[in-house]
């Protein structure tokens, strides 16, 4: 039996029988960024940055300032873009702390949890990836059905959904992410090309029909509770504060990128830039993701569906661009899918030593389908994407990039730190424990309400 060296756990052969060599489920033998291998100077590192960040996340910002208005959506996505970069520069002094302290180059997310919090720290960490990581799978699901849905009516979303199943199983069972590398590439094409024709379609009509005079027709958005006419879909610069975690989790998805930090990190030559490298890369995303945002807005106002892509016209050239971002949720929906499976498979595989080659085989086959299966029912019952997008940054990526880094450099560094900074890390803690709980509890009230 021949296993490649890179696949998520080692199996070898021992007397007939499998047995695998499991390493610490935070510590991945997979490079999910691209970063291994040479040290990478500044621009490289910025350049791998810029790229994990292109993700279909910011689809939804402009469905996130409908649910906040553009003036306060605006301010928040200031506010949450200058927490969640600081909280990275927390996590990567926590990093430097404990190399120091431990002799340690390198250290994982999970590593800095177990470290700096015990084995209770490593757990919610891990559990806290598992349902980021499956949650944005369940989005990638759930957004190829829509936007399939829209260019072949002629089948239900469900029944696109059921059709996408097959190849999600197919491509769980894939041993090496080297083999989605020309994939990833594409994948990345694809969102840019989306990008380029949406931002066209939007300042050409923001131009020419002039601010939220472009789709009036009605909405989810667009009720009486809201406003005094059904067909009142105008931009408003502020919305009800009841719907202002909406705006929150969607945000934090989009900004989420706290797993690509301390490989980055670690894989530059000159760590001392890192910080610079950081903030220019932060500035470039905020003024990406905000002209975006306030672009489809300002355009559709409140008709602006969970993804803007569902509000382009059915002309060929948008078909395009669904069909193109479709290709990009395939290979996003299995980069995401390994970092989750990797933990899950360092937890249960070992009970499956015992069964042969062929039943080990087929034990892991049969798991990795079930954890799909997991996902595609989940995008089955989210028929409100904005809020599955919301849902999953609060109740996933809002613990990964706001609560557990103040707390992990609480834990790792109390001693060394003035009181002054300890005030920051509790507020941090506060803000992303409140905006987590507040989002995740409108996100399911918005499933719900509209299941």
Known sequence: MSWDERDPLLIKKKGGSVQVALTSPTTPLIDYHGVSGEATG???TMMNFLKGCVAS????????????????????????????????HLLVEVKEFIGV?????????????????????????????????????????????????????????NEHIAILAPCLVMLSW????????????????????????????????????????????????????????????????????????????????????IGLVLPLQNAMKNKNDFGLMLNLSMIIVFLQYTSFALLGYLVF????????????????????????????????YALQFFPAIEIMESLYLKRFEGFGDTGFIIARHVVRAIFVAITIG????????GAGISLIGA????????????????????????????????????????GSAAGTFVALKDIIETS
Request: proline share 4%.
């Open 42 to 44: 500044f621009f490289g």
């Open 57 to 88: 996340g910011f689809l939804a910002l402009p469905y996130a300032l409908g649910k906040s208005g553009y003036a306060a959506g605006t301010a928040a996505m200031v506010l949450i873009c200058l927490v969640s970069t600081h909280c990275v």
């Open 101 to 157: 302290k431990h002799g340690l180059n390198s250290v994982s997310y999970g590593e800095l949890a177990r470290l700096s919090m015990g084995n209770i720290g490593s757990k919610f960490t891990n559990i806290s990836l598992v349902v980021s990581q499956l949650g944005f799978c369940t989005v990638y699901a759930l957004f190829y059905a829509k936007n399939m849905s829209k260019v072949f009516p002629q089948l239900s979303q």
């Open 174 to 257: 894939v041993k090496s992410l080297r083999v989605l590398a020309y994939p990833s590439a594409l994948g990345t094409l694809c969102i840019l090309y989306a990008a380029g024709v949406i931002y066209e379609y939007t300042i050409r009509h923001l131009v020419n029909d002039g601010v939220g005079n472009r789709d009036n027709t009605k909405s989810d958005l667009c009720t009486p509770s809201n406003y005094t006419s059904t067909n009142d879909c105008a931009p408003q610069e502020w919305t009800s504060i009841g719907d202002f975690p909406i705006m929150f989790g969607n945000s934090i998805y989009a900004f989420e990128a």
């Open 301 to 332: 106002g409140r008709a602006v569906e969970g993804v803007i892509t569902l509000n382009l016209p059915d002309e060929t050239l948008y078909s395009s661009v669904l069909v193109a971002l479709s290709v990009m949720m395939l290979q996003s």
């Open 378 to 385: 989940l995008a089955i019952s989210i028929p409100n994407i």
């Open 395 to 434: 109740l996933g990526a809002g613990s990964l990039s706001l609560v557990l880094p103040p707390l992990i450099h609480y834990m790792a560094m109390r001693d060394q730190l003035s009181t002054g900074r300890k005030a920051i890390d509790f507020i941090y803690l506060s803000f992303g424990v409140i």
